[in-house]
């Protein structure tokens, strides 16, 4: 399993950035797809997570309506549109993967790290004010 990250950066409040994450080694469909971060000094925080097989989603409460993730199962890629960014969306964020059996959904585990097996790099959100 090989999870890679890119669309970090630089960004002003109240600016946008989205998020990839290039998935391989695995049955795409067959898996949750999460976004987590964090952040110097704080705890790994689940961000959102997608079912690939239904496109089912997770939002943790503080990026709700701010954030929206997909997934382009024909290329295996995740993405996280980010709007709205405040100085505290500001965290490395990482991408991780997992295999979810159909009954399970993924809103269930988006904040559970320890259900994810397999993680990216990550890639630095910094959000200036």
């Known amino acids: 399993v090989q999870l890679v990250e890119s669309g970090g950066g630089l960004v002003q409040a109240g600016g946008s950035l989205r998020l990839s994450c290039a998935a391989s080694?695995?049955?795409?469909?067959?898996?949750?797809i999460g976004w987590f971060r964090q952040a110097p000094g704080k705890e790994r925080e689940g961000v959102s997570c997608?079912?690939?097989?239904?496109?089912?989603?997770g939002y943790a409460d503080s990026v709700k309506g701010r954030f929206t993730i997909s997934s382009d199962n024909a290329k295996n890629m995740v993405y996280l549109q980010m709007n709205s960014l405040k100085p505290e969306d500001t965290a490395v964020y990482y991408c991780?993967?997992?295999?979810?059996?159909?009954?399970?959904?993924?809103?269930?585990?988006?904040?559970?790290?320890?259900?994810?097996?397999?993680w990216g790099q990550g890639t630095q959100v910094t959000v200036s004010s």
């Open positions: 997608i079912s690939a097989s239904d496109g089912s989603t």
């Open positions: 080694g695995f049955t795409f469909d067959d898996y949750a």
């Open positions: 991780a993967a997992e295999y979810i059996v159909p009954s399970l959904k993924c809103r269930t585990v988006v904040h559970d790290g320890a259900y994810f097996g397999s």
